[in-house]
C-alpha cells in the first residue's frame, strides 16, 4: 500500500484538517477481489433481508446528519442548512432505493412452446468516482442504487474533499453491511479513478465531474465494453419572458446560480432576459445580489462560502479581469479563505464567460428578442444538463420547455434535484441518467431465459 497522502484544507480558513491515504494500484486491486467475493455474498441474501440492511444504513447516517453536516462545512466550505440537507439527502435516497430489492423484477413474455421470463441481474463490481462540489449526495446517488439491485460499489471522492464519503463507508459498517461490499478509497483521479476504469471486474463506472475527464473515462471504458454512466458540465439558461413575476424571477436568480458558490453543475449561469424586461430586471437584480450573506459557512445566516481551494480560486478569478464587463457584484470576506464575491456580468454573446462553465459565482446577463431568439441562446452551447423557464404562459412554458435540450428544466423554479426523478444531462452534460425509480436497473444486465414446455404425455 502506498505511503502518500493528500492534505486536506478548511476552505474558509486554511487550516489543515486532516492527511488522506493517496491508494495505489494495488490497493484498489485488492478492494476489487474483496468486492467480488462480498457481491456474490449479498447477492445471494433475501430480497427482504438486503432491503432492511439498506434501511439500517440509512439509519445510521440519519443518527449522524449533524456529524457529516459539520465535518462538510470544515471540509467542503458548504453553509451549515445546505450541508445539512445533503447528509439528510443521503439518508432519503437510500431509503428511497431500500425498496427496490423487492421490487425489482424482469418480465413474463408470452411466446409459443413455453415460459419466457426475464431477470435483472446484478453487473457484479461497479465503481463511483464523484467531483468535489457535492461529495455527499453525488455518491449516494451511485452507490444507493447500484447496492440495491444486488451490486458491490467503490467509491472514489475527489481527492480534495473525501472526509464526509470515507465517514459515510464507516457508518455503513457500522450499521452492519459488509466493509468490503461498500468501499471508499482515497487517492488520486489518476491513479485510482483510472484504475476503475481499467480494472477488468468493474463491471460499470459511474463519473460525475468535468467534460474533458469524462470522455477520457469513456474512451477508456470502451475498450473494455464496460458501462458508463456520465454526470458532466453545464452552462444551464435562467430564461426570463417579459410576462412572467419578474420581483420572483429577480429574486430568486441568486439562488438559481450562486448556490454552493456556483460549484453547481446545474448553476443557471446564463441568465437570458426579453429586452422589453431588461433595465428593470437588472434595477431588480442588483439588491437581490447585493443581499445575498457570503462568509463563514457555519453560521446559520450564511447562503454562500468559499470556493473549494485556491487552485479553483485561481480559475474562476481569471474569467473576471479588470476590464471585464462587471455590471455590479456582492461582497466577500477578506483574509484567510478562498473567497470571491457574487459578480454579474455583461458580455458580449461571443465572449469566452456566456460559453465556458466558469463553476464559480459569476452569471452572465444577456438580452434577448423573441421566444425563437431565447430558444436558439438557451441551445447555443456544447451542454445540456439543466435550466430555468420563466414565464406566466402555460403554452409558452410547454413550448420553450420542449424546445430546450437540456435534461433537467424547471418553469417558474431553479429546482433541479429529487430523488424520485430522473437525472442526466444531454449533449456534452453527459449520458444516461441516475436518480428516479429506473435507477437501479441501469445498474443490471438483463438476462433472457426460455423453458421449453414439453408436449403433454
Ligand atoms: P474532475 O473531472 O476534475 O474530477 C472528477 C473526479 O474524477 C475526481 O474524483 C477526480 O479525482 C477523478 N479523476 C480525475 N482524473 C481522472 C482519470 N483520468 N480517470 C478517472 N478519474 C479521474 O471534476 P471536478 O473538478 O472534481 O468537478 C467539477 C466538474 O464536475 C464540473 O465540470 C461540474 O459541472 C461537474 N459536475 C457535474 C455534475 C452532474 O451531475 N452533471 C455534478 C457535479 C459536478
Not at 456582492?330 to 458580449?348: C, E, H, I
Not at 431565447?374 to 412554458?397: F, H, K, V
Request: aromatic fraction near 8%; glycine fraction near 8%.
Amino acid at each position: 500500500m502506498s505511503s502518500a497522502t493528500t492534505t486536506v484544507i478548511n476552505p474558509a480558513t486554511e487550516e489543515v484538517l486532516r492527511t488522506v491515504e493517496r491508494l495505489d494500484v494495488a490497493a484498489v486491486d485488492d478492494a476489487v477481489a474483496r468486492a467480488r467475493d462480498a457481491q456474490r455474498r449479498w447477492a445471494r441474501r433475501a430480497p427482504a433481508e438486503r432491503a432492511a440492511a439498506l434501511r439500517d444504513f440509512a439509519a445510521a447516517v440519519d443518527a449522524h446528519v449533524g456529524e457529516l453536516a459539520a465535518l462538510e462545512v470544515a471540509n467542503s466550505g458548504h453553509p451549515i442548512g445546505a450541508a445539512e440537507w445533503e447528509a439528510g439527502h443521503v439518508r432519503d435516497v437510500l431509503q428511497y432505493y431500500s425498496a427496490s430489492p423487492e421490487r425489482l423484477s424482469g418480465r413474463q413474455i408470452p411466446v409459443a412452446g413455453g415460459l419466457n421470463v426475464t431477470f435483472h441481474e446484478p453487473l457484479g463490481v461497479v465503481g463511483v468516482i464523484t467531483p468535489w462540489n457535492f461529495p455527499m449526495p453525488i455518491a449516494a446517488w451511485g452507490f444507493a442504487p447500484a447496492l440495491a439491485a444486488g451490486n458491490a460499489v467503490l467509491v472514489k471522492p475527489a481527492e480534495w474533499t473525501p472526509l464526509t464519503t470515507l465517514r459515510i463507508a464507516e457508518l455503513a459498517a457500522e450499521s452492519g453491511l459488509d466493509p468490503d461490499l461498500f468501499q471508499v478509497l482515497s487517492g488520486q483521479g489518476s491513479v485510482v479513478g483510472e484504475r476503475f476504469v481499467t480494472h477488468p471486474d468493474i463491471r460499470k463506472v459511474v463519473f460525475t465531474g468535468s467534460t474533458e475527464v469524462g470522455t477520457q473515462v469513456m474512451a477508456g471504458a470502451a475498450r473494455q465494453v464496460k458501462r458508463v454512466t456520465l454526470e458532466l458540465g453545464g452552462k444551464s439558461a435562467n430564461i426570463v419572458f417579459d410576462d412572467c413575476d419578474l420581483e420572483r424571477a429577480a429574486a430568486t436568480a441568486p439562488y438559481g446560480v450562486f448556490d454552493n458558490a456556483g460549484q453547481d453543475c446545474c448553476a443557471r449561469s446564463r441568465i437570458l432576459v426579453q429586452r422589453s424586461v431588461y433595465d428593470r430586471f437588472m434595477e431588480l437584480l442588483e439588491p437581490a445580489v447585493a443581499g445575498v450573506v457570503v462568509g463563514d459557512p457555519a453560521q446559520r445566516e450564511t447562503e454562500m462560502g468559499p470556493l473549494v481551494s485556491k487552485a479553483h480560486l485561481a480559475s474562476v478569478a481569471a474569467y473576471v479581469p479588470d476590464d471585464a464587463p462587471v455590471a455590479f457584484r456582492g461582497s466577500a470576506p477578506s483574509g484567510a479563505g478562498f473567497w470571491f464575491p457574487p459578480t454579474v456580468l455583461t458580455p458580449d454573446r461571443s465572449a469566452r464567460t456566456v460559453t465556458e462553465e466558469i463553476f464559480g459565482p459569476v452569471v452572465v446577463v444577456l438580452p434577448f428578442d423573441d421566444e425563437a431568439d431565447a430558444i436558439a441562446l438557451a441551445n447555443d452551447t456544447e451542454y445540456g444538463l439543466s435550466g430555468s423557464i420563466w414565464t406566466d404562459n402555460l403554452s409558452r412554458a410547454l413550448r420553450v420547455s420542449r424546445a430546450v435540450e437540456a435534461g433537467n428544466l424547471s418553469v417558474n423554479s431553479h429546482s433541479s434535484v429529487r430523488y424520485s426523478t430522473p437525472f442526466g444531462g444531454f449533449k456534452r452534460s453527459g449520458l444516461g441518467r441516475e436518480l428516479g425509480p429506473d435507477a437501479p436497473e441501469h445498474f443490471t444486465e438483463t438476462k433472457n431465459v426460455f423453458f421449453a414446455i414439453t408436449e403433454s404425455e
